[in-house]
């Protein structure tokens, strides 16, 4: 850790770097979670189990990650008030009763920032998911088809990242009149997939010439058989890494799109909670905690997803280590995922 | 040359698609937006401004989509966005962005190159002294840079220096009780204005230059012409600037041409929190209004923005890296 301290997405660059002509193969990528994987489930969980104990990011992500996901499997346990119930003396501060004071509709704060919490792992997970798999199916099939095929998908997926994302999403938000959660996971993610598209078609093409690839096909398998056993166990850790970097992007974009007033202003959510807030005045009015204590949320949730995907990088990519991988990824550090503005990885194409 | 005409051609592409994107969005939504808007400003709008209307929207028009399409793209390549229907109704969109490009040019723009600079830099001397104070304190502050919405750093900052401490404003460019002109008074009043927002975007934008930077220069401080270098016993400085940083610098210079082509839609909601009259605000301002043609020139401008400056970077790698034109 000392000697290796990139960015959290740094693998995704690292394993771009394999799309080069002629490039080396991020050769370990995955290749130790794989393993695991495939000879049984119990010993690989009891290892990732392990991994996270020994890696302290990886713990506090992990604690981060369990906390948030036991509040929105049970928010009545924790909060007692309705969140949406304008009931209470309007602008308190914070008291016994109401722990961070109420909005200015009368609301308990408290109860807001709790029952908030599962409309943004909703929103976290279904992005993460779904963006993950859309950018498995088109990467891996592009690699795969090779051809015109992938000369298509790839034109696809590079015109896809180089178009400003987050005020396509404010674009198409605006024409759909405030976007549940559901919508919003469909918008985020089939908007949100390319750059993992990217990352996944270098990795399967890497693999492309590998003996065990040729083994299967000279075994004679199916293509559909190769794709799934064969080249996507390979990519756990990549895809481990897609899905909390579109989840964390997923936490980012979704609160900020409610923010400005582009989600359902009914869903009672972490990023509505701040746009009700900043309409009314919030700071001016003297009910900080509203607009803080929703935001801090945000961070922590985010923070959580991104410590954990700093950690599996480490824990995941020990072949990335050595001083001459260190290079490959250095680097491309410019294609280090920050959230806005989205950079392109620096990664020349193999058109 | 094959790499560049490639790359010329992947702009074409994707100015292309952000074209069809902007005609083809409004018509794949449920109930089409524009219907409602047409209907509301029948009366008002004026026949030049409703004829841009039904050939951006499809809306009360006997043409085909086919016919629809072309005649969108006719009325783009002349550059005629129609008049805005609700945000300063009748007036020409092209004019309401103009006034809005150079608030945002001057916020973000001067940020940008601030962020580049003061990045770059610390970027080198944290790496240059490698393990130290500073090198071990960066990354974990980067990660949590990269999970804090950018519109909440803002409102903190409102909080803390504009509503508590009351030392710096926080809304709008100037005070409104100025004239705007040329004079010491005025110029004073927006660089005060300018504080906040610059200094949220600065640290929200600082950390990436910082990283690229500092990785680079690690690699280039372990090739032989770096330690040839301190084998000939020169100063430590100019083996820090003029043999690391110089051949470090590539990736940075490149990222930075592109980050340019970010400043004209990359504070959206920084110019949102602040009140600032940016094109950032300007779109949001269109959104809330339903003011569906000023929002879709707003988005073509900075989608433009984006694809310009990611040809310019392609092209500048191409003239400052040997290595690229070859591969391409």
Not at chain 1, 55 to 61: D, I, P
Not at chain 1, 257 to 268: E, K
Not at chain 2, 295 to 315: H, R
Request: hydrophobic share 50%; charged share 10%; glycine share 10%.
């Amino acid at each position: 850790m000392a000697t290796l301290q990139t960015p959290p997405g740094a693998s995704e660059a690292g394993a771009g770097a394999g799309a080069a002509p002629g490039g080396r193969a991020p050769a370990a990528a995955g290749l130790p979670l794989a393993g695991g994987g495939s000879i049984g489930g119990a010993r690989s969980l009891r290892r990732m189990g392990r991994a996270i104990t020994a890696n302290r990011k990886a713990t506090v992500g992990t604690a981060l990650l369990v906390l948030f996901i036991l509040v929105a499997l049970f928010p009545g346990l924790i909060a007692h008030d309705d969140p949406q119930a304008q009931i209470y003396p309007r602008g308190l501060t914070p008291n016994a009763q109401h722990w961070l004071g109420t909005t200015s509709f009368g609301q308990d704060i408290f109860a807001q920032v709790i029952y908030g919490t599962r409309p943004v792992l909703l929103i976290a997970f279904g992005v993460g998911l779904l963006a993950t798999i859309v950018a498995m199916l088109i990467g891996v099939a592009a690699a795969y088809l090779g051809g015109a095929w992938d000369g298509t998908l790839s034109v696809f997926t590079d015109v896809l990242l180089v178009i400003p994302l987050f005020p396509l999403l404010i674009i198409i938000g605006s024409y759909l009149h405030g976007a549940g959660t559901s919508v919003m996971i469909a918008v985020i993610a089939l908007t949100g997939w390319s750059y993992t598209a990217r990352q996944l078609r270098a990795q399967a093409l890497s693999l492309r010439n590998r003996d065990f690839l040729n083994a299967a096909k000279v075994r004679g398998e199916r293509p559909l058989y190769v794709i799934c056993v064969e080249i996507i166990p390979t990519m756990t850790s990549l895809l481990v890494a897609a899905f909390l970097t579109n989840a964390l992007y997923a936490v980012l974009f979704s609160s900020s799109l409610q923010f400005i007033g582009l989600g359902d202003p009914n869903v009672t959510s972490w990023g509505t909670m701040l746009y009700w807030a900043q309409n009314n005045e919030a700071f001016q009015t003297g009910l900080p905690l509203w607009i803080i204590v929703p935001g801090l949320c945000i961070v922590l949730l985010g923070a959580g997803f991104a410590l954990l995907n700093y950690a599996f990088d480490e824990i995941g990519n020990p072949a990335l280590r050595p001083a001459k991988s260190i290079r490959a990824r250095t680097t491309r550090a410019g294609a280090v995922a920050a959230p806005t503005p989205r950079r392109r990885p620096r990664v020349k194409r193999t058109g | 040359m094959r790499y560049v005409l490639r790359r010329l051609g992947f702009f074409a592409l994707t100015l292309w698609v952000a074209l069809t994107l902007n005609f083809a969005l409004p018509r794949l939504m449920p109930g089409n937006p524009a219907l409602a808007i047409l209907g509301k400003f029948r009366g008002g709008v004026s026949p030049q401004a409703v004829k841009v209307l039904e050939a951006q929207f499809g809306v009360g028009t006997h043409q085909n989509l086919v016919a629809q399409y072309f005649s969108y793209l006719g009325n783009v390549a002349r550059l005629r966005f129609g008049s805005s229907l609700t945000t300063q109704p009748g007036a020409s969109v092209g004019r309401i962005v103009f006034d809005a490009i150079p608030w945002t040019l001057g916020l973000v723009g001067l940020t940008t190159v601030l962020a580049f600079i003061l990045g770059t830099g610390i970027g080198i001397v944290s790496a240059w002294w490698r393990g130290g104070r500073m090198d071990s304190l960066l990354p974990p502050v980067f990660v949590i840079m990269t999970v804090i919405p950018y519109f909440w750093i803002g409102l903190v900052l409102i909080l803390i220096f504009g509503v508590k401490l009351k030392v710096l404003p926080y809304f709008f460019s100037y005070n409104f009780s100025l004239t705007p002109g040329f004079n010491a008074a005025f110029i004073g009043n927006v660089a005060e204005h300018a504080i906040l927002p610059a200094f949220t975007l600065l640290i929200t934008t600082i950390g990436v230059w910082i990283l690229t930077m500092r990785n680079t220069m690690i690699t280039t401080l372990a090739e032989d012409y770096v330690r040839m270098a301190r084998a000939k016993g020169l100063p430590s400085h100019r083996i820090m600037l003029d043999y690391a940083a110089r051949n470090a610098i590539l990736p940075n210079l490149t990222g930075f041409a592109m980050s340019l082509g970010f400043v004209v839609g990359g504070a959206i909601l920084i110019e949102e929190v602040f009140n600032y009259q940016g094109v950032g605000y300007l779109l949001l301002q269109a959104v809330n209004n339903e003011d569906y043609p000023l929002m879709q020139a707003l988005f073509l401008l900075i989608t433009v923005a984006v694809l310009v400056a990611i040809l310019i970077s392609d092209l500048a790698t191409a003239i400052l890296d040997p290595r690229t034109r070859a591969a391409g």
